[in-house]
């Protein structure tokens, strides 16, 4: 069964600076990975998605990697705002149906806070 | 609308009372999922729609749990007996197929159930 790991749970800088999000998980036979953010009380945004056979995707200020073959992922965001405050999310969609296994497998998220 | 829509928003019920939840994708949106977020958990998969069909509904939690959908639009998800439990936010996506790997899941904001 599919295990998505995030880490850190929690993480707080000052405004500006550049920041690593990780993503692990356990089984490397993906359909494809897909990274969000979720506002309190609200639902996901959809940040970025990378497909299996692709390394890395960039959106702006946004950038995720994907080493599929050690099971990680990181999202890299630069120049970091007040706004980028939020829960950042990612979620992996197995090769495999079937078994309820055909959704996403989320991580427990990492909740950032962006200091003014 | 743009986005994905869920009704209601927060819905309040007694124990044992049944609720029927709605969520409408983005128009032209052949997949359609749902998700369970309880308190302090991941997300977790319930069941997905490509087209009118649900290929596999071991993902729900229980008997108690069914969906339909209809006209490849709306689809509800039904809670019968509700369990203290079952108190969650249920999250509805949707994307353009389910075997496109390169098309996100776009989500809605959410239905948050609270059973007294």
């Known amino acids: 069964k599919q295990e998505v790991t995030q880490i850190p749970a929690a993480l707080s800088v000052p405004e500006g600076e550049n920041l690593v999000l990780n993503c692990s998980f356990t089984?490397?036979?993906?359909?494809?990975l897909q990274w969000f953010r979720q506002d309190p009380g609200k639902g996901l945004t959809s940040l970025l998605l990378?497909?299996?056979?692709?390394r890395e995707q960039t959106s702006g200020r946004l950038n995720a990697s994907l080493d599929k073959s050690s099971g990680r992922s990181t999202l890299y965001i630069a120049a970091s705002q007040p706004g980028d405050s939020a829960t950042y999310l990612c979620?992996?969609?197995?090769?495999?149906?079937?078994?309820?296994?055909?959704?996403?497998?989320f991580g427990k998220g990492t909740h950032l806070i962006i200091q003014p | 609308g743009a986005g994905v829509s869920q009704s209601p928003s927060n819905k309040v019920t007694e124990k044992g009372k049944d609720v029927e939840l709605r969520c409408d994708p983005i128009?032209?949106?052949?997949?359609l999922y749902w998700y369970r977020q309880r308190l302090g958990q991941g997300l977790e998969f319930l069941i997905y729609?490509?087209?009118?069909?649900?290929?596999?509904k071991s993902g729900l939690p229980s008997d108690r749990f069914s969906a339909e959908r209809t006209g490849e639009s709306v689809s509800t998800l039904t809670i019968q007996r509700t369990q203290q439990e079952d108190s969650a936010v249920y999250l509805c996506?949707?994307?353009?197929?389910?075997?496109?790997?390169?098309?996100?899941?776009?989500f809605g904001d959410g239905t948050r159930l609270s059973i007294l």
């Open positions: 979620a992996v969609r197995g090769l495999y149906s079937g078994g309820g296994a055909d959704g996403l497998t």
């Open positions: 996506a949707s994307s353009l197929g389910h075997f496109e790997s390169n098309q996100p899941q776009h």
């Open positions: 990378i497909q299996s056979s692709q």
């Open positions: 128009s032209g949106h052949t997949a």
């Open positions: 089984d490397s036979a993906i359909y494809n």
């Open positions: 729609f490509q087209g009118n069909s649900a290929p596999d």
